[in-house]
Structure formats: C-alpha cells, structure tokens
C-alpha cells in the first residue's frame, strides 16, 4: 500500500530529509490554482498507491509554504522532486505523461528498499584486477552512489591505478556521507552539490564545492578541495571543465 502524505514547513525535516534516508520520498511542489497540478497530482497518487511501489508521495503547498519552495528554486509548478539519503536526486517540471513519470520513478527507485524490507546490504567483492577495480569504481560514482563506490576504493592494491583510486576516495566519501558543517548557507551548497553530482551535473557540482571551498574555515578547505580532484579525477585531466576549476582552487 503506497503513503501519500501532506509536508509543509514544520514537518519538512523529518517527513522529507529525514524519511529519505530510509526510502525514496517523491516531492510534489504544487497550488490549488495550477491547472497542470490537477492533472499530475492524481497521476502521481495514484502510482503512489499502486501494490508494491517503493517510495512516498509527500504533497507541498508552495502559496503556503513559499520559504521551502525558494530553498529548492521552484520557479515552475507542477515541479517534482525525488530525495534519497537526504538529498534531491532527480526532478522534473511540468505536468508530464505517465510513461515519462513511469521511467522517472523508475530511475528514483531502483535498488531502494520497499517499504516492508530493510535496506540490503551491499556484499559484492570487489574486482581483483586493479584495472577493473578501478572501472567498476568509476561507474559507481557515475551513478551517485557512493558508499559501495568507498568499498571498492578502500584498500585498493598497489598499482598503476592506486594514484587516481587515492584521488576518487575522498568524493565518494563526500557522495556516502556529505558533511554537515552547522553552517547554514555551507550545508545548503554541500546538498546542492551531492545532489548535482547524482544528476552527473558536474557543473553545478563544482560551481557548489567552489562556493564551499571559499566560504570555508582555513582547516576545512583541503577537505573540499580533495572532493574537487576527485570530481576532476572522474572528468579526465583533459576535460574543460575540470581545468578551468583547478586553476580556481591553485595558488
């Protein structure tokens, strides 16, 4: 049986962040006077309470919550957004139709526990060979997930590609448990950026660090600055991008 909920400012916290950390929670940013809101709002309740789905629908009012929907830079509604572990991970604008929202649950979904299970726990050896070990790394953090992105990294064999698995280690640190700093405005660039990184927007996701890296007391800024160079690291030395912030976190 699927949850459809109603969130506002007060239980945001702990119905949305916090409950995401256990499953999915599916957002929808929505106003009684939006035409297309009425249209995608019982689509998406209804594939909420479908048997056997795997995540919740929480329902916010933006008239009467506008502080939240300024926070997520909702400029558009009906606007959707998926949060796993705390952190949006995927979102779409729009009133869309149900197939296009079929394959966006799908996506937010996979490999999350259903409601009535616990989360599986990730027992998968590792490759031998370094090489591989080091591929298999790379296409982990690709997909976001950076818990069993560390395991493969930790303890990684003496090799030619040790160098770049010492240089990926601290992002998927950074992807498995971003760290709170008890600074508003940093933790809000630090989510900012998790959430990019998910959505391999690696734009926005240095744009974010860069804003962490300079706002930052002296001692946390190598921290930060090794999450870069893993994002560099995953772009290639040769990428434009990852060039162009080196040179902004150099010197």
Do not use: H
């Amino acid at each position: 049986m699927g949850t459809v909920i109603d969130v506002d400012q007060s239980n945001f916290q702990t119905e949305v962040i916090a409950r995401s950390r256990q499953m999915p929670v599916v957002v929808d940013f929505w106003a009684p006077w939006c035409g297309p809101c009425r249209m995608l709002g019982p689509l998406l309740e209804r594939l909420a309470n479908e048997p056997g789905n795997n995540f919740v629908l929480a329902k916010l009012n933006t008239d009467q919550n506008q502080g939240i929907a300024m926070q997520y830079n909702i400029r558009g509604i009906p606007a959707v957004k998926a949060f796993r572990d705390g952190s949006v991970v995927d979102e779409f604008v729009g009133a869309q139709p149900e197939p296009m929202v079929r394959q966006f649950l799908q996506r937010v979904t996979a490999g999350a526990p259903s409601a009535s299970r616990p989360r599986p726990t990730q027992t998968t050896t590792p490759p031998s060979d370094p090489a591989q070990r080091l591929a298999e790394a790379r296409r982990l953090l690709q997909q976001g997930n950076g818990c069993d992105a560390e395991r493969v990294l930790q303890n990684f064999p003496d090799s030619s590609s040790a160098g770049e698995a010492r240089r990926l280690l601290p992002l998927a640190r950074f992807l498995c448990r971003p760290s709170q700093s008890g600074n508003g405005e940093l933790d809000t660039l630090t989510q900012n950026a998790t959430s990019a990184l998910r959505r391999r927007d690696y734009g926005a996701a240095l744009y974010n660090l860069l804003a962490v890296y300079n706002r930052a007391p002296a001692g946390d800024k190598p921290t930060t600055r090794a999450v870069m160079d893993g994002v560099f690291s995953l772009l290639g030395d040769s990428d434009p991008m990852a060039r162009q912030y080196r040179e902004l976190v150099s010197g």
